[in-house]
């Protein structure tokens, strides 16, 4: 089984008014609503590809009621602890006439240290042999929080995929994951390198090779470099139209798991892994890669070892 997590999701709320005009009624003449959170996005990729996975996190007040009730109806498992402080939120007002938009986001809630301690009760329950990834912020929790999750599962034969930045990451790759994946710039700042071209990327990852059985790099449409002892691979997806890059990074760990979770070698992870980051590129008004597209694109994705 695949567990997302995901320490501070969002509720996500877009309204559209044909042009905003101050201290007078906007109507409002189409408005979304969506559960957002990067584990969220990589679950709804397991969805998509056939898999089955569990979302966690934390969900408090209505809004997490709400965020809950919509990951249900989507079809995605869930298993949140209950906070006191309501689930951050954001509404983004687009005028359609200007073309231009206005977002107004909520806080992150406070965790309690009981309602922590209810989360990592759940992660101590997550069953041996399953893969577990621990991706976006910490927020609401130490820094340390993801390196003590890695601690904790790795004792149970547990499998974690670990796609963060900044503090968490350095101190999650310090517990040794099974398979991080940065993002080049993400990777300059955990190494304090400034790698570009794939020897200098090649270089950089030297140092936390023997702590880390996988490393994955995305490079954005020049494509991905993985590193494992089974060999390394640079994958490069074809070339497409850019028309939406949000969930791209979230879209590309929900294939790569979604391989390997099923014994999949980590050459047709990184296959499929970038297959569905490309899907998504394509994909309009923020949604995610779709199933046809990733196996139509999978086909096109070149993989070369060095």
């Known amino acids: 089984?695949?567990?997302?997590?995901?320490?501070?999701?969002?509720?996500?709320?877009?309204?559209?008014?044909?042009?905003?005009?101050?201290?007078?009624?906007?109507?409002?003449?189409?408005?979304?609503?969506?559960?957002?959170?990067?584990?969220?996005?990589?679950?709804?990729?397991?969805?998509?590809?056939?898999?089955?996975?569990?979302?966690?996190?934390?969900?408090?007040?209505?809004?997490?009621?709400?965020?809950?009730?919509?990951?249900?109806?989507?079809?995605?498992?869930?298993?949140?602890?209950?906070?006191?402080?309501?689930?951050?939120?954001?509404?983004?007002?687009?005028?359609?006439?200007?073309?231009?938009?206005?977002?107004?986001?909520?806080?992150?809630?406070?965790?309690?240290?009981?309602?922590?301690?209810?989360?990592?009760?759940?992660?101590?329950?997550?069953?041996?042999?399953?893969?577990?990834?621990?991706?976006?912020?910490?927020?609401?929790?130490?820094?340390?929080?993801?390196?003590?999750?890695?601690?904790?599962?790795?004792?149970?034969?547990?499998?974690?995929?670990?796609d963060s930045d900044h503090k968490a990451l350095k101190l999650g790759v310090n517990a040794g994951p099974f398979l991080i994946k940065p993002n080049i710039f993400e990777l300059n700042r955990l190494a304090a390198t400034k790698a570009k071209e794939v020897k200098e990327i090649a270089e950089a990852v030297k140092h936390f090779r023997d702590g880390v059985e996988y490393i994955v790099v995305s490079m954005g449409a020049r494509g991905a470099l993985g590193f494992s002892k089974e060999g390394n691979y640079h994958v490069t997806p074809p070339k497409v139209k850019v028309r939406n890059s949000l969930g791209a990074g979230d879209s590309f760990v929900g294939g790569v798991v979604s391989v390997m979770s099923d014994s999949g070698s980590f050459e047709e992870a990184l296959r499929v892994g970038v297959a569905c980051g490309t899907a998504t590129v394509l994909a309009v008004s923020g949604g995610l890669c779709k199933k046809t597209d990733v196996d139509s694109i999978k086909k096109e994705v070149i993989i070369e070892k060095f």
């Open 1 to 162: 089984m695949i567990y997302t997590i995901t320490l501070d999701p969002l509720h996500e709320r877009v309204v559209g008014v044909e042009e905003l005009v101050y201290d007078d009624v906007n109507c409002v003449v189409d408005e979304t609503r969506r559960p957002g959170g990067r584990g969220i996005d990589v679950s709804r990729v397991v969805r998509e590809l056939g898999g089955d996975s569990v979302a966690l996190g934390f969900a408090g007040g209505y809004t997490g009621l709400e965020l809950t009730d919509m990951l249900d109806r989507e079809g995605i498992v869930t298993d949140f602890v209950r906070i006191g402080q309501e689930t951050r939120s954001s509404i983004t007002i687009y005028q359609r006439k200007k073309k231009i938009r206005t977002l107004l986001c909520t806080s992150s809630p406070v965790i309690r240290e009981d309602e922590a301690a209810s989360f990592f009760d759940k992660v101590k329950g997550i069953p041996g042999g399953s893969c577990v990834v621990l991706s976006g912020t910490t927020a609401g929790l130490c820094d340390a929080v993801f390196a003590e999750f890695i601690s904790i599962l790795k004792e149970k034969g547990v499998r974690t995929f670990l």
